[in-house]
């Protein structure tokens, strides 16, 4: 994807994505200019410090706020999504506030891409919008389905809107790699189950899937990345050999394994690149060849965490963590 003298509105742009994503473009293209948009200054301050604002640009704004919004996305070539409640414990205590940001932020962003002619959108969602069982799943599925759905209120213009969906990122904010580092210290990791498995993504493969997604997207895809699964006991060894496990119990909201791609989605789904594509059913809204070099999945395939043909072992961790 060739980015060059293209503007790129943000949203969430001071999280730990964020930070990534900004730090991989401006180290590629010289002349592009990104508008981080986010709620906290503090992060905004401490992100111009670090990177500097000769290609930045600092917009203090939320996507609950449309008209906000709206006018950070004027002259904007692309926008990628990235804002969230994410937290699942206070999803599910806040849920009202969960659905302003999480869904209602989403049709924000269609919204505001659309009236300021934006030509293309990625959103960011999770393995957690599949099958939900808890409030923040809930709230990415939702807004999936409105970005998706975008691409038919913009078929009259130019712009087109799609997703990526992917797992648990090593060492982001919020993730179970500070926490496990954190108990480390005093000898016992808490597990709520043994059995429990989870995808694994790395910052940098997550901004090369939406660079991926920005360069061959026609509108309403979902983007699913061939990655690694990891058992959450491998992830306490590595992280604090010789350490005892406590266990706890699985939390409300959670799963034992988690589903990137239903045998349902798996009908109108691809093989391209190491990247699973979800095509929308009825995209009427583009007469592009639809992934015509795609490789069909094979019937009733499920991509889940606990049946993936890819596991990382406990060195694997070690050495992943160590980077």
Known sequence: MDLSGSTILLTGGTGSFGNAFVERVLSRWSDVVIRVYSRDELKQVEMRTKLGDEQIRFFIGDVRDRNRLTRAAQGADFIVHAAAMKQVPVCEYNPSEAIQTNVVG???????????????????????????????????????????????????????????????????????????RDQATRGAITITDERMTRFWITLPQSVDLVLYALEHMNGGEIFIPKIPSMRVVDLADAMAPGSSHEIIGIRPGEKLHEVLLTVDENRHAIMVDDVYVVLPEHPWWTDHPRWADGKPLEDGFMYSSDQNDWWLTRDDLVALLAQ
């Open 106 to 180: 989403a049709q924000n962003v269609v919204d505001a891409a659309i009236d300021a002619g934006v030509n293309k959108v990625v959103a960011l969602s999770t393995d957690k919008a599949v099958n939900p069982v808890n409030l923040y799943g809930a709230t990415k599925l939702c807004a999936e389905k409105v970005i998706v759905q975008g691409n038919a209120y913009a078929a009259g213009g130019e712009t087109r809107l799609s997703c990526v969906r992917y797992g648990n990122v090593v060492g982001s904010r919020g993730s179970v790699v500070p926490l496990f």
